[in-house]
């Protein structure tokens, strides 16, 4: 019987995440939005792949693709072709990442993050809504969160083979704490009853390729991206405070990674 790896386990789990979302309110806006995010991230995958030859996962292509969809706004029905192209430019420059822009084999930020604030600084379109990671699902009169039934049941059963807990965990416990004693107690609900938190530190904060391995650095690493998050829903509640916080973990791994390689030459 055939197991599905880590990474296309989370591929999976992201198109349900968003086919949740498109059985909750579908319409035209959002397969065009789908065309121009998942559709665009697969086509480039395999031009990029061609040119540059380099022997690239197609499901961590997906699961690029995806968090796009998810994070980046929607039209929504205005007919606002402008939000679409954000999404494009997200898109190209997510994908473009992670062919062509790497240091030392490595890439220093999450290619979606990277993206979507590429898209946020030089398109005024962009709208990061999260709208794929805080949904409802009305059944009736009833209204169930579907969106972070989801996330909780993918943390518990699905994030164990990532062996990523300490950053998640760490992530978690700093944010809750800061948001509680600089904000209040009724942010602190709205963003602990959200599924958006738990999307930011259990899918796009435990990128294997941006974030670390050992227990330690993870537990640093997490307290890095809780604390940022913190400082920056405090003092500005304009800039984009989730992707902000995953790029300052991201290149202060990065930094500690150089450090660990010069130390180790050096002892040699």
């Given at each position: ?156 059963f699905g994030l164990k083979r990532w062996r990523k807990f ?22 602190f609900s709205f963003t602990f009853t959200d599924g958006t ?30 604390l940022s998050l913190v400082l920056l829903k405090i003092f ?33």
């Amino acid at each position: 019987m055939y197991k599905l790896k880590p990474n296309q386990e989370v591929s999976l789990f992201l198109a349900i995440l968003a086919i949740g979302r498109i059985a909750s309110n579908p319409s035209t806006d959002i397969f065009i939005h789908l065309a121009a995010s998942l559709g665009l991230s697969i086509l480039l995958y395999y031009l990029f792949k061609v040119i540059s030859k380099k022997p690239k996962l197609l499901s961590n292509t997906i699961t690029t693709g995806l968090i796009i969809f998810l994070v980046h706004n929607h039209n929504f029905g205005t007919g606002n072709l402008g939000i679409t192209y954000a999404t494009i430019l997200a898109t190209f420059a997510a994908i473009s990442l992670k062919f062509f822009f790497q240091v030392k084999a490595s890439t220093i930020i999450n290619p979606a993050v990277f993206g979507l604030l590429l898209s946020y600084l030089i398109l005024p379109t962009t709208f990061l809504s999260w709208w794929g990671t805080n949904y409802n699902f009305a059944l009736g009169e009833q209204k169930i969160p579907l969106a972070l039934i989801l996330l909780a049941l993918w943390i518990i059963f699905g994030l164990k083979r990532w062996r990523k807990f300490p950053s998640l965990l760490s992530f978690l416990i700093v944010s809750a704490i800061g948001i509680y004693l600089g904000k209040g107690l009724d942010t602190f609900s709205f963003t602990f009853t959200d599924g958006t938190i738990y999307f930011l530190g259990a899918i796009m904060l435990i990128d294997p390729k941006t974030s670390p391995i050992l227990k330690k650095d993870q537990l640093i690493f997490g307290t890095v991206a809780g604390l940022s998050l913190v400082l920056l829903k405090i003092f500005s509640e304009s800039l984009p405070s989730e992707l902000l916080a995953i790029t300052i973990a991201n290149i202060s791994f990065f930094i500690s990674k150089l450090s660990k390689i010069a130390k180790q030459k050096r002892a040699k």
